[in-house]
């Protein structure tokens, strides 16, 4: 179960090639031209009370299916082929909220803690894991069911301490069927993609993620019951119920899992449930490896490396997020953190790494159509191998990206100067 559920975040440690800008471009194929992106609207959100951004807000358009979320900064880009004249802004905790950009196509947006303060007459109470099997049960009335095609954005990131070394990003297409069947006939096509790594001499270690956007199949852990819903899985957790949560102004259970007292070949997590009180839909789902375990951790985040290496594993998450939209739910957001320290064993000293992917979910595609086994996108597949390098500023421009970070802006203009 646990290498099914990190079969698209393995790592795979080589040495760097000095000389490596990968040039192989995926284009749309002919006949799949979606509409130009010509409006946009730009904007920054923050919490009311404390100015302070907020990041991984999703913002989205009410009149069409057009979404993205917002960067560490709290600042995003949200592009459509029609005129924008409302934006709707969700957060895990505060109200939703519908903002009118002005006339420049800009905005500010302030957004309202939601209180968890309960009326008197409402009582949450039942069983946490039978809240959760009652969820499960529920899947085939609160998802998807019909297939449809997904287009998203995606990007990962290395850093070296605390300076990026790697960078790569792409758009694709995802043909997801109904989330009354398994994913085998799911598939993930590459529109565009880029790359961007350093050339230092220090960075002598390359680290690989394989599956890149297939991520939006292998960790959709609603869709794939053998990442945590089997009923073998559930029976490895305690889960308990925690403080309620409003999201997207309604209340969610939240209720943690913790790893039992059943021993497991496999590294375990620990997790945080929010499930809708009304619908019984899984709205987010938090997981972290449990690392108190090191060879069960490391199984399961590394696949090779040079003999003379130490990898030491620090940190495995995963956060995903679904949306709703016509009474059906599906995929958002997710996104993966790996910190791990790595060592050659003449040195004294180890070096930190922190591997970031992220995708969102950023349109309904109108023409849904499978994807063919020469053009998908395969787990085994490695975005740095795929794409071509980073030089045309104009790259995401009929897209919807999610904005880089002023940091990630500054890293790509030293890596590009280099």
Known sequence: MREFLLSAVLLVMLPVAASSQQQAAQLRPAGQEEPRLVYSVSGSVCDARTGRPLESVHVSLPDRSYATVTNPEGDFVIKSDHPIRVILCSHLGYRTIRVTPDSNGSVMVQMIPESTLLDESFVISGEPKGIVKAAISRIPDNYADTTEMLGCFYRETLSKRQRYTYISEAVARIYKTSYLENTARDRVALDKSRVLVSQRKGDTLSVKI?????????????????????????????????????????????????????????????????????????????????????????????????????????????????????????????????????????????????????????????????????????????????????????????????????????????????
């Open 210 to 418: 394989q599956g890149g956007p297939t991520q939006a199949i292998a960790l959709d852990v609603v869709k794939n019951p053998r990442i945590l819903f089997g009923e073998e899985e559930l029976n490895q957790y305690e889960f308990e119920l925690d403080t309620p949560a409003y999201i997207n102004g309604r209340l969610h259970f939240v209720i943690t899992m913790t790893p039992g007292t059943v021993m497991s070949e496999d590294a375990l997590y620990y997790g945080t449930l929010y499930i809708d009180t009304e619908t019984l839909a899984f709205r987010r789902i938090e997981l972290s490896m449990d690392m108190y375990d090191q060879m069960k951790a490391t199984r399961a985040m590394l696949v090779k490396k040079p003999l003379a290496l130490r990898f030491t594993p620090k940190e495995l998450s995963l956060v995903v997020t679904y949306g709703e939209k016509d009474g059906r739910s599906r995929i958002q957001y997710l996104r993966t953190t790996m910190r791990f320290n790595c060592d050659w064993r003449k040195k004294l000293l180890s070096t930190s790494y922190t591997s970031v992917n992220e995708l969102v979910v950023t349109d309904l595609r109108e023409r849904v159509a499978p994807i063919s086994r020469n053009e998908m996108f395969r787990t085994s597949d490695i975005l740095d191998d795929k794409a071509e390098e980073f030089s045309d500023p104009a790259f995401w421009e009929d897209y919807n990206i999610i904005q880089p970070s002023e940091s990630l802006e500054n890293a790509i203009d030293r890596l590009r100067k280099r």
